[in-house]
């Protein structure tokens, strides 16, 4: 077989490949348009594909996240919906009591309120919010207290 044959193939192959595997945000912008549409099974199949990838793997955007698990939630797809809860409250998803609210009336996670996981994430995302409240509250001391000195001087 002529070299100009075997190239073209390959080259044939890898342009064919190209096209059938859809890139990240490609698949993300799916994911969203399918979300908008209340298709949240189409919307995590596409989730898991674009987590899958490269730029999946190393994402880290706590949004992105949260939006996947939320698909999963409504798609019944527990353990999808809980480890991307999981990584969005890792990434720092929630920082005030009223996000922690919010999150636990999402009708999405509903069906995941009784299970050990569920309590398990909400719980950091407690344990998250009394940190952060307390280490602002230690910034307010220091600070009235610099005031305060300020002003006798």
């Known amino acids: 077989m002529p070299k100009i044959y075997v190239l073209s193939l390959a080259l044939y ?34 989730f898991k594909k674009a ?42 998803l929630v920082t005030k009591a009223e996000e922690l609210q919010y999150i636990e009336s999402d009708s999405a996670f509903v069906k995941l309120h009784n299970s050990a996981e569920w309590i398990a994430v909400v719980g950091r995302m407690k344990g998250n919010i009394t940190i952060r409240k307390e280490a602002e ?8 207290a610099s005031i305060i000195k300020n002003a006798k001087h």
């Open 51 to 92: 987590m899958a990838t490269s730029q999946g793997i190393a994402e880290k955007n706590k949004f992105v996240f949260y939006t996947a698990a939320v698909s999963a939630g409504y798609c019944n797809d527990t353990d999808s919906a809980m480890n991307w809860l999981s990584q969005a409250q890792e990434k720092g």
């Open 137 to 144: 509250d230690q910034l307010n001391k220091v600070w009235n």
């Open 13 to 46: 192959l890898f342009t064919a490949q190209s096209f059938k595997s859809q890139n990240y945000e490609q698949l993300l912008n799916e994911a969203q348009s399918s979300i908008q549409s209340k298709k949240y099974c189409d919307a995590l199949s596409q």
